[in-house]
């Protein structure tokens, strides 16, 4: 596929920044994101540095966009990616209203490297009772009344 | 089902724990973590307060947890959250290694409660061609040489 110029650069960027992450100690990684265009943010992985699982190089781009901009809404945003999002990345540019993704490697190409995104891909399509991890339910009665408690209460704010 | 009581007690924390969080500005969600029956990380969703999209309590629990323990691996650790994780939290649990997670109510609920985690579900088992946001691919060689790279790098972390 041919990209479009600036998707292009934008796209080389991303990669760029997951090169040189390599030496620098974190995950091969890169996302950048942009709004109208402009440059909001450039992150890589930096899950072992930060002893932060979920500094993924997307969660990360997406924090600082979000920061930048002052607002958990990026729907005017293009989103960057070296290598395919997993399904945590993927189920954050969702909930931040990213509508498009640019993107180098695959699932494939990260599996080969050790990553394996495929893995928890196919993990969230099972029932509970049928993943590698435990998962039990208690109290369901006062979980949601919480969530009626929400339903009901005059000044939230929906996001 | 009937929780132990040390997970009854944790839960009760994390529902809790999203009851307050309404008045207070976030969504009606909480999560606890405990590592060998110590509780380590208790958080609240700060998405709206925060402006951030990814701040769902089990991901701001995991990363209180994280920098607690000083690493990325959770693997000693439960999660209790007042309701069943969405995908970008169920994502999160997976790479933090996380091997047993406790909660009351569920996407069902969520959903009645506005927050629909179940569409996430489901456009994460789509082909990307079929999803409702865009995504595309370029600079394949690119991307894949670095991986390449993490792959031959002899002072790489894996994780």
Redesign the interface.
């Known amino acids: 596929?041919?990209?479009k110029s600036i998707?292009?650069e934008y796209?080389?960027l991303a990669?760029d920044t997951?090169?040189r992450n390599?030496?620098e100690?974190g995950?091969?990684f890169g996302a950048v994101i942009a709004c109208h265009g402009r440059l909001v943010a450039r992150a890589a992985n930096m899950?072992?540095p930060?002893?932060?699982?979920?500094?993924?190089a997307e969660?990360e781009a997406?924090?600082q966009a979000?920061?930048l901009?002052?607002?958990?809404?990026?729907s005017d945003c293009v989103l960057y990616a070296?290598?395919e999002p997993?399904?945590?990345?993927?189920?954050?540019?969702?909930?931040?209203?990213?509508?498009?993704?640019?993107?180098?490697?695959?699932r494939h190409?990260?599996a080969?490297?050790?990553f394996d995104d495929e893995?928890?891909?196919r993990?969230?399509?099972h029932d509970k009772d049928d993943r590698s991890?435990?998962?039990?339910?208690?109290?369901?009665e006062?979980?949601?009344?919480?969530?009626?408690?929400?339903?009901e209460?005059p000044d939230?704010?929906?996001?």
Chains 1, 2 share one sequence.
């Open positions: 596929m041919t990209l998707d292009r796209l080389e990669i997951a090169f390599i030496t100690g995950g091969p899950v072992v930060s002893h932060d699982p979920t500094a993924h969660i997406i924090r979000s920061a901009l002052g607002t958990h809404d990026l070296s290598c997993c399904p945590m990345c993927l189920g954050a540019i969702y909930w931040a209203g990213i509508r498009r993704v640019v993107y180098a490697s695959d190409g990260a080969a490297a050790g893995k928890i891909y993990e969230l399509t991890i435990m998962m039990e339910r208690g109290l369901i006062q979980g949601d009344n919480v969530l009626r408690k929400w339903e209460y939230k704010v929906r996001y």
